[in-house]
C-alpha cells in the first residue's frame, strides 16, 4: 500500500499549526468568526435554498454574506428506460445514468450515442470512474452496480446528443438507465450568497477551537456557528475512543521562503450558488432510512469523478452527480464533502446542517459521507472534477486543492504528510492510511487518477510547508 512521503523528522511538538492555517487563509486567528459564511435555511417549497433568511441562535454578531446576487439555474430534466434501449428522451442528455445487476468485469456494459443526425455512433465501454459507496451498501446479490457516464456528442455547454443504447455481459439483469439533463430545463430564480473561498475555508480551519474547547468549561473564545434548530432525522454523535493522526515527522521550512498559496480570484459555490435541488435531499423516498450522522474527523480522501475534462458547465457536472447519489444510488445526498473544478472553484458539498460551517457542525463534528466504502465516518471527500488518469489537475484546481486540505488538517490537527491509524467509529473498520490519502489507498480502484495520485506526494508538502 501506498505510505505518505517523509524527510528528516523534526521535533514532534512541531504539529500543524491553526494559526499558520489561518494566516494562509488571510484571517487573524481570533478573528475567524466574522468570516463565516451566511446561515442556510431549510429548504422551501421549490425546493432551492434562498439566502438571507433568519434562523434560530445566539446572536455572534452579524453572520451576512459579502453581497447576494441573484441567478437562474435551470432545473434537472430526467428521463428513466428500463432494458437496454434504444432510448429517446424528449431531451438531449448530458449524462446517462445506469444500474444493473450481474457482471460488471471485461467486456461490458456499453454505450453508444445517436447523433443530431439520427445514427447511432460507436460503441464505448462504460467503465465505474469513482467507486464512491455508503459504509452499509445493500447486500442483494447479484450485485447492483451503479455509473454515471457522460452523453455529450459536442464540446458546448448544451447536449446535443438525441439518445442511446446500451449493451451488457451475458447474465446482466435489471438494467435501468436515467438520462439526465442539467442545462435545459426550466429555470428558478434564485438569491444566492456571495461568499469567498477565503471567508468559507477560514470558518473551517476555526473549528479546531471548537474541538479544543471541552462543551461547558465556559472558556473563552469564539462560539459555536450560527445555527438553525435541527430536524428530527438528525442523529446524535455516537459514542467511541477514534484515535488521532499518529505524531509523524513533517517537512522543515524550507530555506527559501516558499511561495504562499493565495485564495484571490477562487470562487466558492454554497449548494443554493450551483444549484442543489433541496426537495430530493428531502424527500424520504431517497436514501432513507439512512440517518445522517456526525463523527470526529480523522482522515481526508482525494477522489476524481472522471466526468469530462475542460468542462464547459462544471456546475452543471455537479449537479448531475447530486442526482445520480441522491436518487439513483439512493444516498440522500451528494457523497463529497467538497468539489473544485478545473478553474478552481470550490463547491460545498453534502448538507451538514443548517449552520455556516461546510461539512461539519458546529462543534466541529464531520457530516458522514459516502465516497469510501466502509471507511466514510470521520473520512472528508475532496473530490476533482474531471478525469485525472491522463493529466494532473490544473494549476487553479491544484491551489484550491491545497487550500481546503490545509484548513481540513488545521481544523482536524492532522499531519499533512503524516498516517493515521484510521478507525471507522460506527463499524470499528481499521486501516493505516496517509493522512491526506488516494481513493486507491482505501481499495483497488483507479481514482484519483494516476496523474493525481502522483502529484499528491508534492501536494502534501506544499500544504505542510504552508501551515508551519
Known amino acids: 500500500m501506498p505510505t505518505a512521503d517523509r524527510s528528516a523528522p523534526v521535533p514532534p511538538t512541531t504539529m500543524i499549526s491553526r494559526r499558520g492555517a489561518l494566516r494562509v487563509l488571510g484571517v487573524g486567528a481570533g478573528g475567524w468568526t466574522a468570516a463565516m459564511l451566511v446561515a442556510a435555511p431549510p429548504a422551501h417549497a421549490g425546493g432551492i435554498v434562498p439566502a438571507g433568511v433568519a434562523v434560530d441562535g445566539p446572536d455572534l454578531g452579524a453572520l451576512v454574506p459579502e453581497a447576494e446576487t441573484v441567478v437562474d439555474i435551470p432545473r434537472t430534466l430526467t428521463a428513466t428506460s428500463v432494458g437496454l434501449g434504444p432510448a429517446s428522451p424528449v431531451f438531449p442528455p448530458s449524462f446517462v445514468a445506469v444500474r444493473w445487476c450481474g457482471p460488471a468485469g471485461p467486456g461490458g456494459p456499453r454505450i453508444r450515442l445517436r447523433r443530431p443526425d439520427g445514427?447511432?455512433?460507436?460503441?464505448?465501454?462504460?467503465?465505474?470512474?469513482?467507486?464512491a459507496e455508503r459504509d452499509d451498501p445493500s447486500t442483494t446479490v447479484p450485485p447492483v452496480h451503479a455509473l454515471l457516464a457522460t452523453a455529450r456528442t459536442g464540446s458546448g455547454r448544451t447536449p446535443t446528443t438525441r439518445g442511446y443504447e446500451l449493451w451488457m455481459p451475458p447474465g446482466a439483469t435489471g438494467v435501468v438507465s436515467t438520462a439526465l439533463n442539467t442545462t435545459s430545463g426550466p429555470c428558478q430564480r434564485v438569491r444566492v450568497p456571495t461568499v469567498s473561498v477565503r471567508a468559507a475555508l477560514s470558518a473551517v480551519a476555526g473549528l479546531a477551537h471548537a474541538l479544543e474547547t471541552p462543551a461547558g468549561t465556559g472558556r473563552s473564545g469564539p462560539g459555536p456557528a450560527r445555527t438553525?434548530?435541527?430536524?428530527?432525522?438528525?442523529?446524535?454523535?455516537?459514542?467511541?475512543?477514534?484515535?488521532?493522526?499518529?505524531?509523524?515527522?513533517?517537512?522543515?521550512?524550507?530555506?527559501?521562503?516558499?511561495?504562499?498559496?493565495?485564495?484571490?480570484?477562487?470562487?466558492?459555490?454554497?449548494?443554493?450558488?450551483?444549484?442543489?435541488?433541496?426537495?430530493?435531499?428531502?424527500?424520504?423516498?431517497?436514501?432513507?432510512?439512512?440517518?445522517?450522522?456526525?463523527?470526529?474527523?480523522?482522515?481526508v480522501t482525494v477522489h476524481h469523478t472522471v466526468t469530462p475534462n475542460d468542462d464547459p458547465d462544471p456546475a452543471g457536472t455537479v449537479r448531475a452527480i447530486y442526482h445520480f447519489h441522491t436518487v439513483d444510488r439512493g444516498w440522500a445526498d451528494i457523497g463529497y464533502h467538497f468539489l473544485i473544478d478545473e478553474q478552481g472553484t470550490l463547491y460545498e458539498g453534502r448538507w451538514s446542517g443548517s449552520d455556516t460551517v461546510p461539512a461539519h457542525r458546529p462543534d466541529g463534528q464531520v457530516v458522514t459521507g459516502a465516497h469510501v466504502g466502509g471507511y466514510n465516518a470521520g473520512n472528508l471527500g475532496v473530490a476533482l472534477l474531471g478525469d485525472l488518469r491522463p493529466r494532473p489537475p490544473s494549476a487553479a484546481a491544484r491551489r484550491s486543492l491545497v487550500l481546503v486540505l490545509l484548513a481540513l488538517t488545521g481544523a482536524h490537527r492532522l499531519n499533512p504528510v503524516g498516517t493515521v491509524d484510521y478507525v471507522n467509529a460506527a463499524s470499528g473498520a481499521r486501516r493505516r492510511v496517509p493522512a491526506i490519502s488516494g481513493h486507491r489507498d482505501w481499495m483497488a480502484t483507479e481514482c484519483p487518477g494516476g496523474a493525481a495520485y502522483s502529484a499528491l506526494a508534492r501536494i502534501r508538502l506544499d500544504v505542510a510547508r504552508a501551515s508551519l
Open 119 to 131: 445514427a447511432f455512433g460507436a460503441w464505448c465501454p462504460l467503465s465505474v470512474g469513482c467507486p
Open 228 to 299: 438553525a434548530p435541527r430536524t428530527a432525522q438528525r442523529s446524535p454523535l455516537s459514542a467511541g475512543d477514534v484515535p488521532g493522526a499518529t505524531a509523524g515527522p513533517l517537512v522543515p521550512a524550507p530555506t527559501a521562503a516558499a511561495p504562499t498559496p493565495s485564495a484571490l480570484g477562487l470562487r466558492y459555490l454554497p449548494r443554493a450558488a450551483w444549484g442543489a435541488d433541496e426537495s430530493l435531499r428531502l424527500n424520504p423516498a431517497t436514501g432513507q432510512p439512512w440517518r445522517t450522522t456526525y463523527y470526529p474527523g480523522q482522515v
